[in-house]
């Protein structure tokens, strides 16, 4: 079947080659004019890559000339080498010190002098993300006894100070204040603070002449930020001896401080210690934790006790602190 089939195409094929041949033999032997010569693709195609070569040219030439902007950097950059080469010459020209003998022999250093202060770190914080992290759940229990001590001596002794306690802070918001701040508040600040977010005027922990306001989340992280902007520099590795450090989380505000002395108490997130500034001794720790604190002014309303010189009084409802060494008018 399929050699039929093969005969029958071959056959049609032959065909029609007869029949053209024969109609162009009968046609007269004129032969039509020659149509224009096509232009080369060869010569189109190099007239096309010629013109993209042209204006890569342009582009590259056009990139290459400095404008205005990139000349005043490149001038600037040159002055700052300069600068820094010519501070270089200095201190290579400074006398190196050398170590003096002791009475044992082994070379000593040369006392150089007081700190220098350096920009302090912690104050240019990294970011990092917002993490919610968990508290240890003793810590807490703990944090919420010693709070339930003072809000329970509050509450039947001195009604007015019991109603400054603000309410519970959120986890949340302790969180991003960590974030933006770059330092882990301690487990017992956040339980305390989880408890009661600040106060609303003068609180418990008043003890000074004045009060003092406790600070909620978003307080501690604004004055963090106001102190950092004032006071941006370090002078080593103890914060006590310096009159803020960033990584000091400051939690409250003694009221009508002499500006001379610094007006917060601070919990240090590098271990948790509580310090205020006693007008004498600077920044000192004054107390290991947070949680030592809320036992100390507990175990003092409860007991008469004093909380570094200052002893519990109420006069119409208020909770005052008055100097231990003096009588109470």
Same mark, same amino acid.
């Given at each position: 079947?399929?050699?039929?089939?093969?005969?029958?195409?071959?056959?049609?094929?032959?065909?029609?080659?007869?029949?053209?041949?024969?109609?162009?033999?009968?046609? /007269?032997?004129?032969?039509?004019?020659?149509?224009?010569?096509?232009?080369?693709?060869?010569?189109?195609?190099?007239?096309?890559?010629?013109?993209?070569?042209?204006?890569?040219?342009?582009?590259?030439?056009?990139?290459?000339?400095?404008?205005?902007?990139?000349?005043?950097?490149?001038?600037?950059?040159?002055?700052?080498?300069?600068?820094?080469?010519?501070?270089?010459?200095?201190?290579?020209?400074?006398?190196?010190?050398?170590?003096? /003998?002791?009475?044992?022999?082994?070379?000593?250093?040369?006392?150089?002098?007081?700190?220098?202060?350096?920009?302090?770190?912690?104050?240019? /914080?990294?970011?990092?993300?917002?993490?919610?992290?968990?508290?240890?759940?003793?810590?807490?229990?703990?944090?919420?006894?010693?709070?339930?001590?003072?809000?329970?001596?509050?509450?039947?002794?001195?009604?007015?100070?019991?109603?400054?306690?603000?309410?519970?802070?959120?986890?949340?918001?302790?969180?991003?204040?960590?974030?933006?701040?770059?330092?882990?508040?301690?487990?017992?600040?956040?339980?305390?603070?989880?408890?009661?977010?600040?106060?609303?005027?003068?609180?418990?922990?008043?003890?000074?002449?004045?009060?003092?306001?406790?600070?909620?989340?978003?307080?501690?992280?604004?004055?963090?930020?106001?102190?950092?902007?004032?006071?941006?520099?370090?002078?080593?590795?103890?914060?006590?001896?310096?009159?803020?450090?960033?990584?000091?989380?400051?939690?409250?505000?003694?009221?009508?401080?002499?500006?001379?002395?610094?007006?917060?108490?601070?919990?240090?997130?590098?271990?948790?210690?509580?310090?205020?500034?006693?007008?004498?001794?600077?920044?000192?720790?004054?107390?290991?934790?947070?949680?030592?604190?809320?036992?100390?002014?507990?175990?003092?309303?409860?007991?008469?006790?004093?909380?570094?010189?200052?002893?519990?009084?109420?006069?119409?409802?208020?909770?005052?602190?008055?100097?231990?060494?003096?009588?109470?008018?």
């Amino acid at each position: 079947m399929l050699k039929l089939v093969r005969l029958a195409l071959t056959a049609v094929i032959l065909t029609a080659i007869a029949v053209r041949l024969r109609r162009r033999a009968q046609m /007269p032997d004129r032969q039509p004019p020659p149509p224009p010569p096509k232009p080369v693709r060869g010569t189109r195609m190099g007239l096309a890559w010629a013109a993209i070569a042209g204006i890569v040219a342009l582009t590259l030439g056009a990139a290459l000339i400095p404008t205005e902007a990139q000349e005043a950097a490149a001038s600037e950059w040159r002055a700052y080498q300069a600068e820094q080469a010519a501070m270089t010459a200095e201190l290579e020209r400074l006398p190196t010190p050398t170590a003096r /003998p002791s009475a044992m022999g082994t070379p000593s250093p040369i006392p150089t002098g007081p700190p220098v202060e350096i920009p302090d770190p912690n104050c240019s /914080p990294a970011p990092r993300p917002v993490t919610v992290r968990p508290i240890d759940p003793e810590i807490r229990r703990a944090v919420n006894r010693q709070w339930r001590r003072i809000e329970r001596w509050l509450r039947a002794n001195a009604p007015r100070t019991y109603r400054t306690l603000a309410g519970p802070g959120r986890a949340r918001t302790i969180a991003i204040a960590e974030s933006q701040m770059g330092v882990d508040f301690p487990d017992d600040l956040r339980a305390s603070l989880l408890r009661h977010n600040g106060s609303r005027g003068r609180s418990v922990f008043g003890f000074w002449f004045h009060g003092a306001d406790t600070l909620g989340v978003r307080e501690i992280r604004d004055t963090w930020r106001r102190l950092c902007s004032w006071e941006r520099t370090d002078l080593g590795d103890d914060p006590a001896t310096e009159y803020w450090n960033g990584r000091m989380i400051p939690f409250l505000y003694f009221a009508e401080r002499d500006s001379e002395d610094m007006a917060y108490a601070v919990v240090d997130s590098a271990g948790g210690a509580v310090g205020w500034d006693d007008t004498i001794s600077g920044m000192a720790p004054r107390l290991p934790s947070t949680y030592a604190l809320l036992r100390a002014v507990a175990d003092a309303l409860e007991h008469g006790r004093a909380v570094d010189g200052w002893r519990p009084a109420v006069q119409r409802g208020v909770l005052r602190w008055d100097d231990a060494g003096q009588v109470s008018p």
